[in-house]
Structure formats: C-alpha cells, structure tokens
C-alpha cells in the first residue's frame, strides 16, 4: 500500500499541463489532507473519496464518502503508509451520511479526529473520536459537540496550549442556513454588496470533546479594514478553513470555492480579525481546493489534493504535497501546483 512520495515528478493532464507534484498514495483516492507532527512522524488526515454511484450537484451528494484512512510517512520523501480503515461511519451512534474533511489533535496523550458528516436529519454537525494512536482506530463520541453545524473542522493548538476549531462552508456546508443561529432549512445567503458569510471559531474546551464558549464570527478584512463582501467570491470564505501561527502572526487560510483558490489573511489574534493578502494555491485540477499547512523540521509545506488519478473526476482526488514559502515580509509565495 505504500508509495514513496517523489515531489519532483512530472506527468502530464489532458490538457497538457505538467503536475509539479506526485499522489502520495494511489491505491486509493484521498483528499482534504490535514498533515499534523505527532511525535516526529508527519501524520495525514485526510477525506477517503469513493466512487458511490450518486450524481454531482450542488450540494455535493456525490461526495458520499464513509470511512476514514490516515496516512503517515516519517519525512517528505519518505514511504507513506495507508493504516486502513480508523473510522467507518456505521460505527459513529448519530451519523447519516457523508463524511467529509477531518482534523486531528493531541492533547494529554488522547487523539483526537475531528469530523463533519450530515446526521439523520440530512444536517451537517461536527463530531469528535478519540484513540490512544495517531492511526486509530477511533472511538466516536455518542453525540455530536454541542452547538456544533455546518463542516470541515480545523483545530489549532497555540503556543499556549489552547485549542481553538475553526469550522464552516457555504453551499452543500450548509453555513447558509445558520444566519439565524438556529438551523433553517432554507438557503439564505447575503446580497451580493452585503458582507460575505463568515467562518466561525470556538475555543475547546480542556478536554476537547465540547466548545468552551460560544461560536463566534472569524472576520475576514479586505486592505481597506471592511468586510469582504459576498461578491467578492475570488477573496471571500467558502470552505476548508486552516490555521497555522508564524512568526507570532496568525495566518488564517481558507478555499474561495467556486472561483477554486487558497487564499489567505493574517491576523494577531487566533480569534481575527484576519487581513486578505492574495492565494496560496492556484486553483487545481477538479472542482474543490483543500489544503494544510504544517512545518516539518525548519522548513514549511502545503497538503492538497488534486484530480491527477481519476483524470479529472472532481470527487475522487489524491492528496500531494509542496514546499511552501513564507517571504522575509511574512506573505506567502503563491504556489501553482502545474508547469504550463
Ligand atoms: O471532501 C468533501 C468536501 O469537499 C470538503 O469537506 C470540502 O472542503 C471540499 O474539499
């Protein structure tokens, strides 16, 4: 089941494109990669994509996905182990379908693996499994985190030792319907010169299985220290929300969804406001963009994912990985993952 990963390789799409980067894995199709350091050994979570037979839409039902593999390698170019099955959805008491992009975290020798999937009632919440390993398997708690909606939870850990999850996506994540703080059935979203829909953040509690306050707005700000608005949709909070602090600065990453970046802003609070600086990563082959951010030794890198394997087919991705780099000024070089 292992490939070594080979960041030099070029193959090409069918566009002609040349893929900077090679699928850390191919036996099966991963994405959303949440890459942490647990004891030295660089750790991935990511999404397990299966072919599940249901047509794409918008609200992204083909992204049927039921189970949960980590990968694990012990440096960049190192083998990369698959350790099978950590989480089946059949094993998580209140889950109906549709588990999308983890996280993971570690705290007073537990780990924990953070997920969203839609419970009975079709409605997106976020769950938490514990495990003694960072490969699992995980034990689900019987009950969602309280006061918990919408997906694709990310947990930062300070250099404090506070935890803090960022969580929420618009579309088929469901951030849409929660403007009331109630959940409402009924797509709402802001007119187009209205400000965009934020992502949102909690503190953990200590022992990180519940929010210890309230959910609170991340507030994205343009140069102009305004809100992003709603049109903005090349600038503004979709999805996959990340954080990582360097340098003391809180850098707030994220997807613009359907105009496909990773974008980012920086902040001095884990809490925001963050300040827009531009993309990370150019859009990829297939439709979503999902990324980590994580230093390895002294150097930085970007998990993503892109269609390479399935030739395109937007819901079944592989995860890559590339260096990233933070300039003396602290912005990000923006990455393009192809040579044309
Ligand atoms: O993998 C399912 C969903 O696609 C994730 O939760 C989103 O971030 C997007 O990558």
Redesign the pocket.
């Known amino acids: 089941t292992n490939q070594p990963a080979d960041t030099t390789a070029q193959t090409a799409d069918s566009t002609g494109r040349k893929f900077m980067n090679k699928p850390l894995i191919s036996e099966i199709y991963t994405?959303?990669p949440s890459a942490h350091v647990f004891n030295g050994r660089i750790y991935i979570y990511p999404?397990h994509?299966i072919e599940a037979g249901i047509p794409q839409n918008d609200n992204?039902d083909h992204?049927a996905?039921r189970d949960y593999h980590i990968l694990s390698m012990d440096s960049i170019n190192g083998k990369v182990t698959d350790h099978g099955v950590a989480l089946d959805v059949k094993d998580i008491p209140w889950a109906g379908r549709?588990l999308?992009?983890p996280d993971a975290a570690f705290k007073n020798g537990t780990y924990y693996l953070y997920f969203?999937v839609k419970d009975k009632q079709d409605i997106f919440r976020i769950g938490v499994a514990t495990s003694k390993s960072p490969t699992g398997p995980f034990k689900a708690q019987p009950q969602p985190i309280a006061n918990s909606y919408s997906?694709?939870p990310a947990v930062f850990t300070d250099t404090d030792g506070t935890s803090y999850m960022y969580f929420g996506?618009i579309w088929?994540?469901q951030l849409q319907r929660w403007s009331s703080g109630k959940y409402n059935p009924k797509d709402e979203y802001p007119a187009d010169d209205q400000p965009a829909l934020t992502p949102k953040v909690a503190k953990l509690s200590q022992n990180m299985l519940e929010f210890a306050e309230p959910v609170k707005n991340v507030q994205i700000l343009g140069k102009d220290g305004k809100p992003l608005l709603a049109k903005e949709n090349d600038k503004r909070f979709?999805?996959?929300a990340w954080l990582h602090k360097y340098n003391g600065k809180y850098y707030f990453s994220y997807?613009t969804g359907d105009t496909h970046n990773i974008a980012y802003a920086i902040g001095d609070s884990p809490y925001g406001p963050f300040t827009y600086q531009g993309i990370i990563l150019n859009p990829v082959l297939g439709w979503?963009?999902?990324h980590s951010i994580v230093q390895v030794k002294d150097k930085w890198y970007l998990f993503y994912?892109d269609t390479e394997l399935s030739k395109g087919q937007t819901?079944l991705?592989n995860v890559k990985v590339t260096e990233l780099t933070h300039r003396p000024d602290g912005t990000i070089e923006t990455i393009t993952a192809y040579q044309e």
């Open positions: 994405a959303d999404s994509d992204g992204f996905m549709q999308w992009a969203p997906m694709d996506g088929g994540g979709f999805e996959a997807s979503t963009n999902h994912h819901h991705r």
